[in-house]
């Protein structure tokens, strides 16, 4: 991929660029939880994106997207916003930093991504992160690593209409071999966890049902309005609540009949999620992923029935993973679509990818796609 980028540079813009690359996330465990202010446990993929970036002396940005085989020229004005989608990310990250005052001046950039698209797996934070890497870098504007994942995620509000909370951007740019890393999302806490699930005897797998829902980005919306809602009732008579994982079991239950039920049922499982991201936690620092992995049926459970954010393909490879003893498995992810996340045992990988291949096809008439992941560094410059 290195390299048809740097050919793909030469070709268009002449010459060469500096290399910059990010990552595409996993999440083992606290799903829909940073918006919340609670806790999530990601950790950066070797999948993600790769840039070639050179500044042109101009005020004006073109850029070469390889996976599109398409190119665009954009200002950096706010007017200036391009039509086509990804674009939009690299505008976005840009205009974020100009906000907070870094510096930014024209550039030519051609990039590419392995990261599957619609998978669940964040390609666009990794885009973003690894734009908001490298404008800081190359202009030197000293923005730390925290509120250049906030760049990432501020480009989500304003330039791509998605309501989305810290941990893809915070994964992507924090990212770091060998450990997934929790990270407190109200207080921006975070602590590294060396997670080497082979060690063990286990292997983790993502399989990707390959639907993607059209109105995921609205939905999702909806679901952080449903939870700021119930937060805002709960606040009435808690004024400590500043979160909804702020609130107790309880006092969800005091407002109960004064909120839509709709919003009673997403509530119910953000404060469930809570506790199962510091039980998973805990589990793993002895070692046992049995409980990790029950933790995460749960966590399906409650994105399926109580969050509402699964569907039946994805209800379909959760049942499997179950009927077949895998250790873990659950939709990963915003949902609406994507991939299961599984913690497997070793011997029993073979199998249930076989069988998950098989059964899923027979079913559904497309085949599921298989990644294996491996946890690895987050946004950096290449040597
Ligand atoms: C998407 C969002 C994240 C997070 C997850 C659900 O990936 O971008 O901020 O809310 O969904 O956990």
């Known amino acids: 991929m290195i390299a048809k980028i740097q050919d ?44 070639a970036i050179r500044p042109n002396g101009t005020n004006k940005v073109r850029a070469f997207s390889l996976d599109y085989n398409e190119q665009t020229e954009f200002g950096l004005e706010e007017a200036d916003k391009p039509k086509q989608a990804w674009a939009c990310y690299i505008f976005g990250v840009c205009r974020e930093t100009i906000k907070r005052g870094g510096k930014v001046e024209g550039f030519d950039t051609v990039f590419a991504g392995d990261v599957p698209l619609g998978a669940g797996l964040s390609s666009s934070a990794a885009l973003e992160s690894c734009f908001a890497f490298a404008i800081n870098d190359i202009w030197q504007n000293g923005i730390d690593k925290f509120e250049l994942a906030k760049i990432g995620q501020s480009t989500e ?51 990707d049902s390959c639907v993607k829902h059209e109105l995921a980005s609205s939905a999702y919306n909806k679901r952080r309005a449903s939870c700021e809602n119930a937060a805002a009732a709960i606040r009435k008579n808690h004024p400590e609540v500043e979160f909804l994982s702020d609130a107790k ?119 599921p796609k298989i990644y294996d992941v491996v946890i690895s560094d987050g946004a950096r410059k290449l040597q």
């Open 157 to 207: 509000h304003n330039y791509c209409g998605v309501n989305c909370g810290i941990m893809d951007q915070f994964a992507s740019c924090f990212g770091k071999k060998g450990c997934l890393i929790r990270l407190n999302c109200k207080t921006l806490e975070y602590k590294y966890f060396p997670f080497d699930p082979e060690a063990a005897g286990y292997k983790l797998v993502l399989v």
């Open 249 to 367: 079991r309880l006092w969800l239950e005091e407002v109960r009949t004064e909120i839509p039920e709709e919003d009673f049922l997403r509530a119910e499982y953000v404060i469930g999620e809570l506790q199962r991201v510091l039980d998973v936690c805990d589990a793993l620092e002895r070692g046992d992923f049995e409980t990790a992995g029950e933790m995460m049926y749960q966590t399906h459970f409650g994105m399926s029935k109580l969050y509402e954010v699964s569907c039946e393909e994805l209800d379909w490879l959760n049942k499997l993973a179950r009927k077949m003893d895998v250790t873990g498995s659950r939709v990963m992810g915003g949902g609406f679509g994507g991939c299961t996340i599984n913690l497997v045992k070793a011997e029993l990988y073979d199998a249930f990818v076989a069988e998950a291949k098989e059964q899923f096809s027979a079913r559904f008439g497309h085949a």
């Open 8 to 51: 793909k540079f030469k070709a268009v813009f002449g010459g060469s660029a500096d290399m910059y690359a990010s990552a595409g996330r996993i999440n083992l465990i606290g799903e829909h939880t940073d918006y919340n202010g609670g806790y999530v446990f990601p950790g950066a993929i070797d999948k993600g994106i790769v840039a």
